[in-house]
């Protein structure tokens, strides 16, 4: 399959945003490999993907830090992923 094209909401925006002011060099170079293999193949790599069951879609989460999940949709027909957030635990409200 071709590459998918990899969008952010708001939130993730400001969470990347967040992460990269706060100078935590590994996190910063995990949300690079993240966003290159969201790119690839969003269902494997680096994180521990996981698919969340209980969402509508195909959501899945990848480890950032021990706190901080990447969350993300896969729409296959549309061959796109959406950055959901990138700070906090996808259960945090």
Partial sequence: ???????LSKRAL??????????RKLD????????IE???HPRTGAGSPEQLK???GEVWS????????????IFKEEVSVTLIQS?????DK
């Fill in 1 to 7: 399959m071709g590459k998918y094209i990899v969008q």
């Fill in 14 to 23: 400001k969470d990347l945003k967040a992460i990269k002011k706060s100078g």
């Fill in 28 to 35: 910063m170079e995990k949300v690079q490999t993240f966003l």
């Fill in 38 to 40: 969201l790119e690839k």
């Fill in 54 to 56: 209980y969402y509508d």
């Fill in 62 to 73: 990848r480890e950032l830090n021990k706190k901080d999940r990447f969350v993300y949709e």
């Fill in 87 to 91: 700070l906090g635990h996808y259960n």
